[in-house]
T-cell receptor, first 117, second 114 residues
């Protein structure tokens, strides 16, 4: 069975600090995708990134960066110079393929990030 | 190009009533997924549908819950005889199906059972 673990339930940082959100996953599939979503206080889900299992290159997008390591089954997310607007719950998710046509997502329990002034 | 639409955004029901949640997928998408988020928890898969077919309902409670995605119109998640434990946010996602791993989420329906 697929599983996603986000061990950090809640993190508090002061603005401008860097923060890393951990994500560890379990799967028997060789082909899979990993995702990060942001859920601000308004409640909607905001897509941040998708990474496939064959691409282990790290990715940077502005203040966001992702570190994918297959050897440790981890897909960690770092926010550099955090801002108050980054305060949200962040979810890591793993796709479970249905014979290559479409998939369902398995979500972690989320990490609540609180950024204060 | 409208995204995934869900209505209502907020729904209040008394115990024992029925709740109907609607989801209109993105244009051109024929795959719909429903997820439930209980308070302070992550999202849990409920059901996956294609037009007129339920593909996977392994996450659906066995009683009181049903889902459909008719040939015409939105997908409907129906909860009969709601109980307080059904209070949650229900998210719908859609995908084209050709790109296997891209799901677009709607804004969610927040169901409160009083």
């Amino acid at each position: 069975a697929q599983k996603v673990t986000q061990a950090q339930t809640e993190i508090s940082v002061v603005e401008k600090e860097d923060v890393t959100l951990d994500c560890v996953y379990e799967t028997r599939d060789t082909t899979y995708y990993l995702f990060w979503y942001k859920q601000p206080p308004s409640g909607e889900l905001v897509f941040l990134i998708r990474r496939n299992s064959f691409d282990e290159q790290n990715e940077i997008s502005g203040r966001y960066s992702w570190n994918f390591q297959k050897s440790t089954s981890s897909f960690n997310f770092t926010i550099t110079a955090s801002q108050v607007v980054d305060s949200a719950v962040y979810f890591c998710a793993l796709s479970e393929p249905y014979t290559g046509t479409a998939s369902k997502l398995t979500f972690g329990t989320g990490t609540r990030l609180q950024v204060t002034l | 190009n409208a995204g995934v639409m869900q209505n209502p955004r907020h729904l209040v029901r008394r115990r024992g009533q029925e709740a109907r949640l609607r989801c209109s997928p993105m244009k051109g998408h024929s795959h719909v997924y429903w997820y439930r988020q209980l308070p302070e928890e992550g999202l849990k898969f409920m059901v996956y549908l294609q037009k007129e077919n339920i593909i996977d309902e392994s996450g659906m409670p066995k009683e009181r819950f049903s889902a459909e995605f008719p040939k015409e119109g939105p997908s409907i998640l129906r909860i009969q005889q709601v109980v307080r434990g059904d209070s949650a946010a229900y998210f719908c996602a859609s995908s084209q199906g050709l790109d296997s791993y891209e799901q677009y989420f709607g804004p969610g329906t927040r169901l409160t059972v009083t």
